[in-house]
């Protein structure tokens, strides 16, 4: 991959569920080392856009690129691209967080030396070091949080996506693991696509993505964006933008 080619590029990604229509003709393109805030409403089909390019769904329409490489059936090769960290916890809690984080290496191939190395400096990176030998479901949602974004990261990814990973936890837990991932989108170079529902995870972004009722109907940099909509503040930026999207619709439909 060479250092000017998009980590993600989607192209027209369309999918619906029976006659509900998820993702509709959704085209956007995330640059090495972006951290990219995907904001949207419950329902706005960001989970959606999630599954599919973690393999759980296929679109129906459209072309998605990782890394340079096309996202189809029976190609690994993009999806070892990617480490992700889902709105649900994904991690077996009986077991400590070295075995789980053990075990996701193993998946991925690392030798158990290259393993327990990666670990190790994880843990020392996301301050769980201590913790390591404790069964999972004994550690604060925020640790618990900041292990599975370990195991996102044991297989150093291109694109990290990130599932509106702070629901659940307390405000101060909230702002670490997102300052965590920013500043690892600066300092390894490694892209983040960040799903939310919550603005202020989206203020810092170096894109901004506003998914509503399944379309994009925003993608730029925060600063561009209220400067364009001459809005003060993102929450006012949010309802003018989707307002606006909600007029349209209703005026096509006339
Ligand atoms: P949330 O913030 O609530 O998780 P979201 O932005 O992730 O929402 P999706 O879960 O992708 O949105 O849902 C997009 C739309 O598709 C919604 O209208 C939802 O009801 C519908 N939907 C999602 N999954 C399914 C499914 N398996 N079958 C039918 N409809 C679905």
């Known amino acids: 991959m060479t250092t000017r080619q998009p980590v993600l590029r989607l192209e027209g990604v369309s999918k619906a569920y029976g006659a509900k229509c998820a993702l509709d003709d959704v085209s956007f393109q995330i640059g090495r080392g972006q951290f990219v805030a995907l904001l949207g409403e419950n329902g706005a089909g960001k989970t959606t856009l999630f599954q599919i390019l973690t393999g759980l769904y296929t679109a129906d329409r459209g072309t998605i690129e990782i890394a340079g490489i096309p996202l189809g059936q029976g190609n690994s090769m993009a999806r070892q691209q990617i480490g992700a960290v889902f709105q649900a916890p994904t991690i077996d809690g009986e077991r400590s967080a070295e075995a789980n984080l053990l075990f996701h290496a193993r998946l991925f191939g690392l030798s158990r030396n290259t393993a327990r190395r990666r670990i190790d400096s994880l843990a020392a990176q996301f301050g769980f070091t201590d913790s390591l030998g404790q069964p999972m479901r004994t550690l604060s949602g925020g640790m618990r949080r900041r292990v599975e974004l370990a195991r996102a990261l044991i297989n150093a990814p291109a694109l990290l996506l990130m599932d509106e990973p702070t629901v659940g936890l307390d ?68 309802m003018q933008i989707t307002d606006q999207a909600d007029s349209k619709r209703w005026a096509n439909k006339t």
């Open 171 to 238: 405000p101060v837990s909230r702002r670490q693991l997102h300052s965590e991932v920013r500043q690892r989108c600066a300092s390894e170079n490694v892209s983040a696509l960040w799903a939310t529902h919550l603005v202020d995870e989206a203020a810092t972004a170096d894109q901004l993505l506003i998914l509503h009722r399944g379309r994009l109907i925003a993608a730029d940099t925060p600063q561009e964006l209220l400067v364009r909509f001459a809005a003060t503040d993102l929450t006012t930026l949010f």
